[in-house]
Nanobody, 123 residues
Framework: QLHLVESGGGLVQPGGSLRLSCEVF????????IGWFRQAPGKEREGVSA????????YYTDSVKGRFTISRDNAKNTVYLLMNSLKPEDTGVYYC????????????????WGQGTQVTVSS
């Protein structure tokens, strides 16, 4: 009943940009933090970014700082991840997740997960 749907993935050249969207259903964003995660083949899931529900606090893992921007539109129940200056190492399946009391940078406290969207950065 409560689910999230990612979209916006695709194939892009190095240096290009993509904007991922995460639309949530069954609840509103007002009191949920949203995190973005990615998993590359053969690697563990990595916390990429997160945004809080009330304070506007944002988190970015070191490898994406200055390149990625997370934002939210509570009226649309949607969170975005704008990815600029993409690198091949950004390739992976990107997931969004929601939780009321998550720990930024980790998967702890995220109760709801999307199905994932593929991002491939290649020339």
């Amino acid at each position: 009943q409560l689910h999230l749907v990612e979209s916006g993935g695709g194939l892009v050249q190095p240096g290009g940009s993509l904007r991922l969207s995460c639309e949530v259903f069954g609840f509103t964003l007002d009191y949920y933090a949203i995190g973005w995660f990615r998993q590359a083949p053969g690697k563990e899931r990595e916390g990429v970014s997160a945004i809080s529900s009330r304070t506007g606090y944002t988190y970015y893992t070191d490898s994406v700082k200055g390149r990625f921007t997370i934002s939210r539109d509570n009226a649309k129940n949607t969170v975005y991840l704008l990815m600029n200056s993409l690198k091949p190492e950004d390739t992976g399946v990107y997931y969004c997740a929601a939780g009321s009391t998550p720990v930024a940078g980790t998967a702890e406290g995220y109760d709801y997960w999307g199905q994932g969207t593929q991002v491939t950065v290649s020339s």
